[in-house]
């Protein structure tokens, strides 16, 4: 079965899901811990506190409301100074591969000034609309309630500093909603609040703990969220929602620039997994597919294994493979 389509809006938890956080959280924690008795010694044992909300968690280790107001305000002091994650490779591309199709937002335990840090770093900071931290709501329920709730939800950015004011009174429904992440807390508060949770595997939660939690999907790369969202499930031969066959598929906004033309059609390309000489020996230019440049790290795919049942699931003509891809690229860029 396919998704329900491409989302309108898209809410990214930040720690594990966009940044690689396991070792670099709880290196702080760690400290924190034995600063003020909560016996969490192992990295194992800090992990398990993301099963729920991480704040609810971390109250139930606490003495009264002053030891736990003391702690909060230690962890996200010493987060400010002391955490440095580096971002999950690839998903500063998906993040911008999605700016033209839904309003962005980061809804995190982590303190905004870190959010901050963090995205302005990797150059996110203006693909962003929202940003709920763990010191503007520590719910994560209730910050995604506040965000259905917020007037402005449906008004999106295109990684510039200016909101799109076109869409200024547009709202999202609620079903058109999803959350990305790797928690279980998230997967439940997402379905509690009537939204779609997709997980990936590479943070807190394992593949098979996020999908018992609820998720629809769980993505083990992040080029597959893109897959996902635009062509529907990869063990589905049958769906024909894709992105790149689909001229009806549009932005949401007017007007795309060409740095974010580009940067769709990088991201088409690379949801199809299209490794052919033609593709890659392309040169850039407006409007155009841009280079992909060769990975050493990277295992080269034969032809065969991807033009043959891709072909057939777009309707491509085989023979002429790689310039029927570009032609529909551009046809959904016109």
């Known amino acids: 079965m396919c998704p329900p389509g491409p989302p309108q809006a898209v809410i990214f938890d930040l720690d594990g899901t966009l940044v690689q956080t396991r070792e670099a959280s709880w290196r702080v924690f760690e400290k924190v811990s034995a600063a003020h008795g909560l016996g969490i010694t192992t990295a194992e044992q800090f992990y398990e506190l993301f099963s729920n909300n ?91 309630r506040r965000f259905l709730d917020d007037a402005a939800q449906g008004s999106g950015r295109l990684c510039q500093a200016f909101y799109d004011e076109s869409a200024a009174e547009r709202t999202v429904p609620a079903n058109s909603t999803a959350i990305i992440t790797d928690t279980v807390g998230d997967v439940e508060a997402a379905l509690g609040a009537g939204i779609r949770a997709i997980g990936v595997a590479w943070g807190m939660h394992t593949e098979e703990q996020l999908i018992a939690a609820g998720a629809e999907f769980v993505a083990i790369w992040p080029q ?77 795919m034969q032809e065969s294994e991807v033009a043959a049942p891709l072909a057939t699931r777009l309707g491509i003509d085989r023979s002429n493979f790689a310039q029927e891809i570009l032609r529909a690229v551009e046809v959904t860029m016109s």
């Open 54 to 144: 991480f704040f609810v968690s971390l109250h139930g280790l606490c003495r009264d409301d002053d030891h736990v107001r003391a702690v909060e305000e230690d962890f996200m002091r010493s987060l400010g100074a002391d955490y440095k994650p580096l971002m999950i490779p690839g998903m500063a591309d998906v993040v911008k591969a999605l700016v033209p199709y839904a309003t962005l937002a980061v809804l995190s335990s982590n303190s905004t000034e870190v959010i901050r840090r963090i995205l302005r770093q990797n150059g996110l900071a203006y693909c962003f609309s929202h940003v709920f931290g763990g010191d503007v709501e520590p719910n994560k329920a209730k910050g995604i």
């Open 224 to 300: 597959e969220i893109l897959a996902y969202l635009f062509t529907g499930s990869s063990t589905d031969t049958e769906c024909a929602c894709t992105l790149v066959s689909d001229t009806k598929q549009r932005p949401r906004h007017e007007s795309v620039t060409p740095r974010v033309q580009r940067r769709i059609a990088g991201a088409a390309a690379l949801q199809t997994r299209v490794t052919t000489p033609e593709v890659a020996t392309l040169s850039s230019g407006e409007g155009q597919l841009p280079r992909i440049p060769a990975s050493p790290r990277r295992v080269p």
